[in-house]
């Protein structure tokens, strides 16, 4: 079975995970795709196969005769899809000779070559889209169905290989994949991510990150009698927010620059919360950017008084990058793989987290590997059955690879 004839299987489940329920899975909904694979690892024929009380789904395919001492190698994907478009009834439509011109899809939505130029470099492939209502879910079913095609062309082909992990987890989009990720039951040694975007995509560095809450406590009196009194505390947390760098916004940045999004605002006369995220790919800068926010409190505390504003930050993850260099046979080795399937390798940091940079912060280092998808995240989300055949050829070359 190729790549993308499971995918039309797995996008039939509703598995948009939340960030409301702080349970785990966050959606009970992600369970019975997580069923479902469980039943296809099985008749697979991978063993020790486990869906625990946390959604999480383990597998493993035995090494072949002699390659027993090598190295346990993982591959892992996550079940669910991000809320930012529906992923409740997907109706897959499967183009085939795709011409590479603008695609008019039945919700009314258009595919079209001019916001989307890589449109045109998919000409003669079988392209996959959702209907237009609703994302098709690739992110990141796509990379499922990489991972147990390869296991099953690796069996059915004979191909040599050492013990193969593999892992499916719920809650990546909440960035809680990583939490109850049980490393002893998944039994590798290093492993990676089937998470990116274009096929080829390889990535091992991702943004330091942490939230931040900014309160402003203002004091409230009539504002006919306010001269000289009132502190105004939402004007109080509009002149901070402006008083951070301006041009360190997402919308004015890109590769390794950091930034501070503000992602949340509430506020009266006497009191106003501002919450953050704060990104930067280079430690040092990170941490700058974080005495820059505390700093900007202290400023505004000597000009309205102590505890005006309040800064409160909590570290979310780091860049995995420190924890791949001491394993960076991990990325020559994709590399290669990547070369054997014919593509160029292609390297850019990750503007974002990833599961494998929690789980390699865990002891197990785990850079991503793309999938051949694009427009995640919405109802223009697609991919073709060419690409997902590419990347199962590199995941098989990766197991040859590490085959010892």
Known sequence: MRAYERLLQYVKFHTTSSEDTHTHPSTERQFALAKYLEQEMRALG??????????????????TPGHEAAPGLGFIAHMDTSDEASGENVQPIVHPNYNGEDVALPAGVTLDTVRFPFLKDLKGQ???????????????????????????????????????????????EIGEGSEFFDLARFGAAYAYTVDGGDVGGLEYENFNAASAVVTVRGFS?????????????????????????????????????????????????????????????????????????????????????PGTVTVQLSDTYYNMLEKIRPHWHLIENARKAIQKAGLTPVEEPVRGGTDGAMLSFKGLPCPNLGTGGFNFHGVCDCITAEKWDKAVEILLGLAEIYKG
């Open 46 to 63: 991978l063993q020790n196969v486990l869906l625990d009380d946390h959604c999480y789904v383990y597998g493993t395919l035995p090494a």
């Open 126 to 172: 079988t392209l996959i889209t959702s209907d237009g209502s609703t994302l098709l879910g690739a992110d990141d079913k796509a990379g499922i169905a990489e991972i147990l095609t390869m296991a099953e062309r690796l069996q059915a082909e004979k191909i040599p290989h050492g013990k193969i992990c593999i892992a499916f987890t719920p809650d990546e």
């Open 221 to 305: 009196v009539h504002p006919g009698e306010a001269k000289d009194v009132m502190v105004n505390a939402q004007q109080v947390a509009m002149d901070y927010h402006q008083s951070l760098p301006q041009q360190d916004r997402p919308e004015h940045t890109a590769g390794h620059e950091g930034f501070y999004h503000l992602t949340s605002m509430m506020g009266q006369v006497s009191l106003a919360k501002l919450g953050y995220i704060v990104r930067d790919h280079d430690l040092q800068k990170f941490e700058q950017r974080k005495q820059t926010m505390l700093a900007l409190a202290e400023k505004f505390n000597r000009q309205y008084g």
